[in-house]
């Protein structure tokens, strides 16, 4: 057990700078998910912590250990890959038992680590079959074991769960979750499936272009993105954003119109402004901010998807309601529960949810305070 | 395929059969002249049958003695054929492992000096390589009739090829559970490798058994000599009617170990060959 | 070149390249330095002593009628030797391809001749074509023909190319073969369905698809002609009758081991370095081509 603390990492591969200077403390026991997008340099950073990668600036520390120098071997983690690696010449029962069997373990004690990593994952009727003798998710549990048995301070998963289908993905999610509950290891988690990092994190990370754009519980991260960035990636679908110059509680756009938010931060100069799309609600006309014209709806069942395009004001501005004028033949998506009784075509009321909006500066792309 | 005449098939298997004996012909022929007595080669025509003095030719090729010491000369040719192929395998090994999986300065040179001697046949320098090997005192050595012609890139060029398809996180899970570079090589590279190392090593065996030029150059002693090249020795000229049905006999023994490794290890052989010259 | 560095080491990579690196260096790079400053060099008659001559032992080897007789010699022997094996190997693997049934078996009695050694099939062609005991000039006399390559320049470049040959169709049968079997089935039977005859499928489908496996082959088989045949003619014509088999290796090693003229012979090695240069090139630009790396 360990904490992780990674102070001011850089990464650069020439001239080329990859990370931009990572800060983050990981407390013992926690599960901490960095998401991004491809590209971002979420799997670099992991790589870093692992000593797979050397790292150019900053410092990692595990436990009270400075890991800058130290061979992977020697940092008492343990890493979990996305094509899983397993050794494809060696039996299940060998795959996790290599590293005990260079760490040179008593026979008897590599015996009871492999048998009670694969009881807990429901491996024991395979540890004399080759990884080549599985299915996906037998093989994705191989590799938990694998990481299991060495009994680390720190679990690394690089994308674990990308190679699986979508329902194996789901399960296989819970059992990760539930695994690292019990077994109490501080995790480091890769994704790029924002479902993935919402539903496994204790805190996310959430990467841009080398650079954490925001590290914060799930239900902060999506109840208040730090950056535009953050607002858009986290969420689906999407945020919708509308470009202007926020003045005096006003929002211009670039083509003269003005939008009157009920609510606005105190704040001057071009901004970008953001409802989620379950954040609109279908209102009747008369009780509209604006209307929009259905260009398609995905029923889902639990849910709708409407997408459409703002077909302009439908009703005369008041003081205090949400305006969206002047922004038609823009495409917004809204969400609602349940089933929905709209088709392709249709104009329907809309008004934005008391707390909807979001600011961010456009200089900047960070959020801008509520008023 | 579509296939609508049986008669187009027969033919094709007619045309088969007559090429495979157009192509086993020389081999036939060299038997049967293997197996019969000396007088009737000496007055042609050759049959066209094998005769009875089998036993009598073989045991003349293998223990007689008085032309040549075959069995000596197949024991040579076995040690320089495995020298030549467990040498390049071991070594070409080696050197791919370290040219992928390690960056060191100097490396972009090791891996052009090494791969120089992709395609330069040991008979074209074959003056000074001769010249050096007498001054290093290898004449009539196993070690003179092995090493100069381990010196290929072809083996190292395969396994750098091989090691490139091995997916990186292998040997990064192996890191993590603690293996050093060697551990890695021995315990997973290895193991994973033992089909191209089989097919290379069937393929290495057959070109090191039928080395002819350098043998000939470097064994003068005929204790040293290998078998294919020790026959040259054994053809009679050509207004001397000399042992023919020993010769034929002995050209059977040398033919027959190569020829047992192609049929026997036919998958490995056809990997091997189509492999090592990608 | 995708790279992939995954272990750190400063001494452990120059340690396991050294076995290689020292042999090639022994017996590669130092003969290779040899050849090319010999090739400047002229030994007194008594070989005690050894004088720089520059360009003299080239200017005297292109000025030698054997030599450039040698060089038409070498050309030919190489094209006949190509051309007879590969066109005998793709008829082979074409009727091998199209039968269903035993082409296992065909595979197999096809493929063996390729563990002869090229002496040892210069030695077998010898004994059926030997003058005086041979079968075939027994049956070329009935059919009155005096068949005697000992004494006869045409006869013997034929039977060196026929032996060489003969050695080198199993391994073009099967990359033929291989070849072959890599194209898809179904592109020959939409063929058929479009009213293709056999020829014509062949024609205008295999053999364009098979181009890289022919280029290749053309490749190696002008080197193993070039290279890989001295075991052939030195068991069955020692470069005679009268120079006219004396393919450039052979002379190398006529010239440097028989003739004792080290400066030329290490001239020639020196040209054929050369030539063996030009002809990695275009391998290597094949190889770029195809492997994919």
Same mark, same amino acid.
């Given at each position: 057990?360990?904490?992780?603390?990674?102070?001011?990492?850089?990464?650069?591969?020439?001239?080329?700078?990859?990370?931009?200077?990572?800060?983050?403390?990981?407390?013992?026991?926690?599960?901490?998910?960095?998401?991004?997008?491809?590209?971002?340099?979420?799997?670099?950073? !992991?790589?870093?912590?692992?000593?797979?990668?050397?790292?150019?600036?900053?410092?990692?520390?595990?436990?009270?250990?400075?890991?800058?120098?130290?061979?992977?071997?020697?940092?008492?983690?343990?890493?979990? +890959?996305?094509?899983?690696? !397993?050794?494809?010449?060696?039996?299940?029962?060998?795959?996790?038992?290599?590293?005990?069997?260079?760490?040179?373990?008593?026979?008897?004690?590599?015996?009871?680590?492999?048998?009670?990593?694969?009881?807990?994952?429901? !491996?024991?009727?395979?540890?004399?079959?080759?990884?080549?003798?599985?299915?996906?998710?037998?093989?994705?549990?191989?590799?938990?074991?694998?990481?299991?048995?060495?009994?680390?301070?720190? +679990?690394?998963?690089?994308?674990?769960?990308?190679?699986?289908?979508?329902?194996?993905?789901?399960?296989?999610?819970?059992?990760?979750?539930?695994?690292?509950?019990?077994?109490?290891?501080?995790?480091?988690?890769?994704?790029?499936?924002?479902?993935?990092?919402?539903?496994?994190?204790?805190? !996310?990370?959430?990467?841009?272009?080398?650079?954490?754009?925001?590290?914060?519980?799930?239900?902060?991260?999506?109840?208040?993105?730090?950056?535009?960035?953050?607002?858009? +990636?986290?969420?689906?679908?999407?945020?919708? +954003?509308?470009?202007?110059?926020?003045?005096?509680?006003?929002?211009?756009?670039?083509?003269?119109?003005?939008?009157?938010?009920?609510?606005?931060?105190?704040?001057?100069?071009?901004?970008?402004?953001?409802?989620?799309?379950?954040?609109?609600?279908?209102?009747?006309?008369?009780?509209?901010?604006?209307?929009?014209?259905?260009?398609?709806?995905?029923?889902?069942?639990?849910?709708?998807?409407?997408?459409?395009?703002?077909?302009?004001?439908?009703?005369?501005?008041?003081?205090?309601?949400?305006?969206?004028?002047?922004?038609?033949?823009?495409?917004?998506?809204?969400?609602?529960?349940?089933?929905?009784?709209?088709?392709?075509?249709?104009?329907?009321?809309?008004?934005?949810?008391?707390?909807?909006?979001?600011?961010?500066?456009?200089?900047?792309?960070?959020?801008?305070?509520?008023? | 395929?579509?296939?609508?005449?049986?008669?187009?098939?027969?033919?094709?298997? &007619?045309?088969?059969?007559?090429?495979?004996?157009?192509?086993? @012909?020389?081999?036939?022929?060299?038997?049967?002249?293997?197996? &019969?007595?000396?007088?009737?080669?000496?007055?042609?025509?050759?049959?066209?049958?094998?005769?009875?003095?089998?036993?009598?030719?073989?045991?003349?090729?293998?223990?007689?003695?008085?032309?040549?010491? &075959?069995?000596?000369?197949?024991?040579?040719?076995?040690?320089?054929?495995?020298?030549?192929?467990?040498?390049?395998?071991?070594?070409?090994?080696?050197?791919?492992?370290?040219?992928?999986?390690?960056?060191?300065?100097?490396?972009?040179?090791?891996?052009?000096?090494?791969?120089?001697?992709?395609?330069?046949?040991?008979?074209?320098?074959?003056?000074?390589?001769?010249?050096?090997?007498?001054?290093?005192?290898? @004449?009539?050595?196993?070690?003179?009739?092995?090493?100069?012609?381990?010196?290929?890139?072809?083996?190292?060029?395969?396994?750098?090829?091989?090691?490139?398809?091995?997916?990186?996180?292998?040997?990064?899970?192996?890191?993590?559970?603690?293996?050093?570079?060697?551990?890695?090589?021995?315990?997973?590279?290895?193991?994973?490798?033992?089909?191209?190392?089989?097919?290379? $090593?069937?393929?290495?065996?057959?070109?090191?058994?039928?080395?002819?030029? *350098?043998?000939?150059?470097?064994?003068?002693?005929?204790?040293?000599?290998?078998?294919?090249?020790?026959?040259?020795?054994?053809?009679?000229?050509?207004?001397?009617?000399?042992? *023919?049905?020993?010769?034929?006999?002995?050209?059977?023994?040398?033919?027959?170990?190569?020829? @047992?490794?192609?049929?026997?290890?036919?998958?490995? $052989?056809?990997?091997? @060959?189509?492999?090592?010259?990608? | /070149?995708?790279?992939?560095?995954?272990?750190?080491?400063?001494?452990?990579?120059?340690?396991?390249?050294?076995?290689?690196?020292?042999?090639?260096?022994?017996?590669?790079?130092?003969?290779?330095?040899?050849?090319?400053?010999?090739?400047?060099?002229?030994?007194?008659?008594?070989?005690?002593?050894?004088?720089?001559?520059?360009?003299?032992?080239?200017?005297?080897?292109?000025?030698?009628?054997?030599?450039?007789?040698?060089?038409?010699?070498?050309?030919?022997?190489?094209?006949?030797?190509?051309?007879? %094996?590969?066109?005998?190997?793709?008829?082979?693997?074409?009727?091998?391809?199209?039968?269903?049934?035993? %082409?296992?078996?065909?595979?197999?009695?096809?493929?063996?001749?390729?563990?002869?050694?090229?002496?040892?099939?210069?030695?077998?062609?010898?004994?059926?074509?030997?003058?005086?005991?041979?079968?075939?000039?027994?049956?070329?006399?009935?059919?009155?023909?005096?068949?005697?390559?000992?004494?006869?320049?045409?006869?013997?470049? %034929?039977?060196?190319?026929?032996?060489?040959?003969?050695?080198?169709?199993?391994?073009?049968?099967?990359?033929?073969?291989?070849?072959?079997?890599?194209?898809?089935?179904?592109?020959?039977?939409?063929?058929?369905?479009?009213?293709?005859?056999?020829?014509?499928?062949?024609?205008?489908?295999?053999?364009?698809?098979?181009?890289?496996?022919?280029?290749?082959?053309?490749?190696?088989?002008?080197?193993?002609?070039?290279?890989?045949?001295?075991?052939?003619?030195?068991?069955?014509?020692?470069?005679?009758?009268?120079?006219?088999? /004396?393919?450039?290796?052979?002379?190398?090693?006529?010239?440097?081991?028989?003739?004792?003229?080290?400066?030329? %012979?290490?001239?020639?090695?020196?040209?054929?370095?050369?030539?063996?240069?030009?002809?990695?090139?275009?391998?290597?630009?094949?190889?770029?081509?195809?492997?994919?790396?």
């Amino acid at each position: 057990m360990a904490a992780v603390s990674l102070h001011d990492v850089r990464k650069r591969y020439g001239k080329t700078d990859v990370i931009h200077g990572i800060d983050l403390d990981v407390s013992d026991g926690e599960l901490i998910v960095i998401v991004g997008p491809s590209g971002c340099g979420k799997s670099t950073l !992991l790589r870093m912590v692992a000593g797979l990668e050397v790292v150019t600036d900053g410092e990692i520390r595990i436990g009270d250990r400075v890991v800058n120098r130290v061979e992977p071997k020697d940092r008492d983690i343990a890493m979990v +890959f996305q094509t899983y690696a !397993l050794y494809p010449h060696m039996s299940v029962f060998d795959n996790m038992a290599y590293g005990l069997k260079i760490a040179k373990l008593s026979k008897d004690e590599i015996q009871r680590r492999v048998d009670e990593a694969a009881r807990l994952l429901e !491996l024991s009727g395979l540890l004399s079959r080759k990884p080549a003798a599985l299915s996906g998710g037998q093989r994705q549990r191989v590799a938990m074991g694998r990481a299991i048995v060495r009994q680390p301070s720190v +679990f690394l998963f690089d994308e674990p769960l990308s190679n699986l289908d979508a329902l194996l993905r789901v399960q296989m999610r819970l059992e990760i979750k539930q695994l690292q509950r019990r077994l109490g290891i501080t995790s480091l988690y890769v994704t790029h499936d924002q479902v993935e990092a919402m539903t496994l994190a204790d805190r !996310l990370v959430v990467m841009n272009a080398g650079v954490a754009e925001q590290i914060d519980s799930p239900m902060a991260v999506y109840a208040k993105p730090a950056t535009r960035f953050v607002a858009g +990636f986290i969420g689906s679908p999407g945020m919708n +954003f509308i470009e202007g110059e926020l003045h005096a509680g006003r929002l211009l756009l670039a083509n003269g119109d003005v939008i009157v938010p009920r609510e606005a931060p105190v704040h001057s100069g071009e901004v970008t402004a953001g409802v989620r799309p379950e954040n609109l609600a279908f209102v009747e006309p008369q009780a509209a901010d604006f209307s929009l014209q259905v260009v398609s709806v995905e029923s889902l069942g639990a849910e709708t998807l409407v997408h459409g395009v703002v077909a302009g004001r439908s009703m005369a501005s008041q003081e205090g309601s949400d305006v969206i004028a002047g922004v038609a033949g823009r495409s917004l998506a809204v969400r609602a529960a349940g089933t929905l009784d709209v088709t392709e075509g249709d104009t329907v009321g809309l008004q934005v949810a008391p707390g909807g909006w979001h600011w961010f500066d456009n200089t900047s792309g960070r959020r801008i305070p509520e008023a | 395929m579509v296939r609508n005449n049986s008669l187009a098939t027969v033919l094709t298997h &007619v045309l088969l059969i007559i090429g495979i004996g157009i192509m086993c @012909l020389p081999i036939w022929l060299t038997f049967v002249g293997s197996t &019969v007595t000396r007088a009737e080669i000496v007055h042609p025509p050759l049959p066209l049958w094998p005769g009875d003095q089998f036993l009598t030719n073989y045991r003349e090729a293998l223990f007689g003695g008085r032309q040549a010491p &075959v069995l000596q000369m197949l024991w040579n040719s076995a040690i320089m054929a495995f020298g030549i192929a467990v040498g390049k395998i071991a070594i070409s090994l080696l050197s791919a492992f370290a040219i992928v999986y390690f960056r060191f300065p100097g490396r972009q040179l090791v891996f052009w000096t090494i791969f120089m001697t992709l395609m330069l046949p040991v008979e074209v320098r074959i003056v000074p390589t001769y010249e050096i090997a007498v001054n290093l005192k290898l @004449l009539n050595t196993y070690a003179g009739l092995i090493l100069p012609l381990i010196a290929s890139a072809t083996a190292t060029f395969l396994f750098r090829q091989f090691f490139m398809t091995v997916p990186s996180e292998l040997a990064e899970a192996a890191r993590i559970d603690g293996a050093g570079p060697m551990r890695f090589f021995k315990d997973i590279l290895l193991p994973l490798s033992r089909t191209n190392i089989a097919a290379l $090593f069937v393929i290495l065996f057959i070109y090191g058994w039928n080395q002819y030029l *350098w043998p000939l150059l470097i064994t003068t002693d005929q204790d040293m000599n290998t078998i294919v090249m020790g026959i040259k020795r054994m053809i009679p000229s050509a207004d001397d009617y000399g042992n *023919w049905p020993v010769t034929m006999a002995t050209a059977i023994l040398a033919i027959l170990p190569p020829a @047992l490794v192609v049929i026997f290890m036919q998958r490995l $052989f056809v990997k091997g @060959l189509i492999e090592s010259e990608k | /070149m995708a790279e992939r560095v995954v272990f750190r080491s400063v001494w452990l990579p120059w340690l396991l390249v050294a076995p290689q690196l020292i042999i090639t260096a022994v017996f590669f790079l130092w003969p290779a330095t040899e050849a090319i400053l010999q090739s400047t060099e002229l030994p007194d008659p008594f070989g005690l002593s050894t004088q720089f001559v520059g360009w003299d032992n080239f200017d005297y080897l292109f000025g030698d009628r054997y030599y450039r007789a040698s060089f038409l010699t070498t050309a030919i022997f190489s094209l006949s030797v190509t051309a007879l %094996s590969m066109s005998m190997a793709l008829l082979l693997a074409v009727l091998a391809d199209s039968v269903v049934r035993g %082409s296992g078996v065909y595979r197999t009695l096809l493929i063996w001749p390729y563990a002869v050694a090229p002496a040892i099939a210069g030695v077998m062609w010898l004994f059926m074509f030997q003058p005086s005991i041979g079968l075939f000039p027994y049956w070329l006399k009935v059919l009155g023909y005096e068949w005697n390559h000992v004494l006869n320049p045409g006869e013997a470049m %034929s039977l060196v190319v026929i032996a060489s040959a003969w050695k080198q169709v199993s391994y073009n049968f099967l990359f033929f073969l291989a070849g072959m079997q890599a194209i898809p089935r179904s592109l020959l039977e939409a063929a058929a369905i479009d009213g293709a005859s056999p020829w014509h499928r062949f024609r205008t489908i295999v053999l364009p698809l098979l181009s890289p496996t022919t280029f290749f082959l053309l490749v190696i088989n002008v080197v193993y002609a070039f290279f890989e045949t001295f075991g052939v003619i030195h068991t069955i014509t020692a470069g005679g009758p009268g120079q006219s088999t /004396m393919i450039m290796v052979y002379k190398v090693y006529a010239d440097g081991f028989v003739g004792q003229d080290l400066g030329s %012979s290490a001239a020639q090695s020196v040209v054929l370095m050369l030539i063996v240069g030009v002809l990695t090139v275009v391998q290597f630009r094949f190889i770029e081509r195809r492997v994919h790396y």
